[in-house]
C-alpha cells in the first residue's frame, strides 16, 4: 500500500475524486479542512483558536496544523495507506509530513495535482452561485480560498516535481475518466 497526496484548487473535484480512491483502495484519510471544522463544531481549545482563521478563509498557522497532523498519524499506527487531502499548503508542511512518514519507515509515494485554471474555476464556482444563492461573506470566503490556492499551495508542488512524485492531471472532463487518470498513477507503485 502506499501513501499520497492530492492537490486541486476549491471547485476542482478533489473531494469526489477522494471518496472514489477510498473507496477502491481503503486508504485512511486525513483531511486537515475535516479536522479543522470537527474541532470548530466541537468547540475544543484548538477549534476556538482556528475559528476566526478559517471563517476568513485564510490558511491557519504552520505549527497549528502541523501539530494537530502529527496527532492524527499517531492516531493510526496501523494504517497501510493515507490520502492526505487539503494537507500539505505549504513547503513547510511538505518538509515536516515526510519526516513523519520517514519516522514510520514509510513514504509519501505519490502526488497527484489536479489541474483547473483560476479562470474555471471561478466560471465553475459562478454558475453554482446562480443555482445555489450563497451568503455574501460565504462568498467572500470562497474567493479566499481560492486565492490562497493559486497564491500559496500551488507553490508547493515543485517541492514534489523535483524528485518525480508528482503527476499532473487534467482536471476537466468526466468524474469517471479524471477517476481512472488517477488510478493509473496510483498503481505504479
Ligand atoms: P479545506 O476544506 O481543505 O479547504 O480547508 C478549510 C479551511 O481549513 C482552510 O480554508 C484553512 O483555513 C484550514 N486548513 C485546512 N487545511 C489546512 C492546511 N493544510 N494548512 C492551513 N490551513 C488549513
Same mark, same amino acid.
Given at each position: 500500500? /502506499?501513501?499520497?497526496?492530492?492537490?486541486?484548487?476549491?471547485?476542482?473535484?478533489?473531494?469526489?475524486?477522494?471518496?472514489?480512491?477510498?473507496?477502491?483502495?481503503?486508504?485512511?484519510?486525513?483531511?486537515?479542512? +475535516?479536522?479543522?471544522?470537527?474541532?470548530?463544531?466541537?468547540?475544543?481549545?484548538?477549534?476556538?483558536?482556528?475559528?476566526?482563521?478559517?471563517?476568513?478563509?485564510?490558511?491557519?498557522?504552520? +505549527?497549528?496544523?502541523?501539530?494537530? /497532523?502529527?496527532?492524527?498519524?499517531?492516531?493510526?499506527? /496501523?494504517?497501510?495507506?493515507? /490520502?492526505?487531502?487539503?494537507?500539505?499548503?505549504?513547503?513547510?508542511?511538505?518538509?515536516?509530513?515526510?519526516?513523519?512518514?520517514?519516522?514510520?519507515?514509510?513514504?509519501?509515494?505519490?502526488?497527484?495535482?489536479? +489541474?483547473?485554471?483560476?479562470?474555471?474555476?471561478?466560471?465553475?464556482?459562478?454558475?453554482?452561485?446562480?443555482?445555489?444563492?450563497?451568503?455574501? +461573506?460565504?462568498?467572500?470566503?470562497?474567493?479566499?480560498?481560492?486565492?490562497?490556492?493559486?497564491?500559496?499551495?500551488?507553490?508547493?508542488?515543485?517541492?514534489?516535481?523535483?524528485?518525480?512524485?508528482?503527476?499532473?492531471?487534467?482536471?476537466?472532463?468526466?468524474?469517471?475518466?479524471?477517476?481512472?487518470?488517477?488510478?493509473?498513477?496510483?498503481?505504479?507503485?
Amino acid at each position: 500500500m /502506499l501513501n499520497m497526496v492530492i492537490f486541486g484548487p476549491p471547485g476542482a473535484g478533489k473531494g469526489t475524486q477522494s471518496e472514489k480512491l477510498i473507496e477502491r483502495y481503503g486508504f485512511v484519510h486525513i483531511s486537515t479542512g +475535516d479536522l479543522f471544522r470537527w474541532h470548530t463544531k466541537n468547540d475544543t481549545p484548538l477549534g476556538k483558536r482556528v475559528k476566526e482563521i478559517m471563517n476568513s478563509g485564510a490558511l491557519v498557522p504552520d +505549527d497549528i496544523t502541523i501539530a494537530m /497532523l502529527k496527532e492524527e498519524l499517531d492516531k493510526n499506527p /496501523l494504517a497501510k495507506g493515507f /490520502l492526505f487531502d487539503g494537507f500539505p499548503r505549504t513547503v513547510a508542511q511538505a518538509e515536516a509530513l515526510d519526516h513523519f512518514m520517514q519516522s514510520r519507515g514509510t513514504a509519501i509515494h505519490r502526488v497527484v495535482a489536479l +489541474d483547473v485554471t483560476e479562470d474555471e474555476v471561478r466560471t465553475r464556482i459562478a454558475k453554482r452561485k446562480a443555482i445555489e444563492n450563497r451568503a455574501d +461573506d460565504e462568498e467572500e470566503k470562497l474567493n479566499k480560498r481560492i486565492t490562497e490556492y493559486f497564491s500559496k499551495t500551488l507553490h508547493v508542488l515543485p517541492f514534489y516535481k523535483t524528485d518525480g512524485r508528482l503527476t499532473n492531471i487534467q482536471g476537466i472532463g468526466s468524474i469517471d475518466s479524471i477517476f481512472e487518470s488517477i488510478c493509473a498513477v496510483v498503481g505504479t507503485t
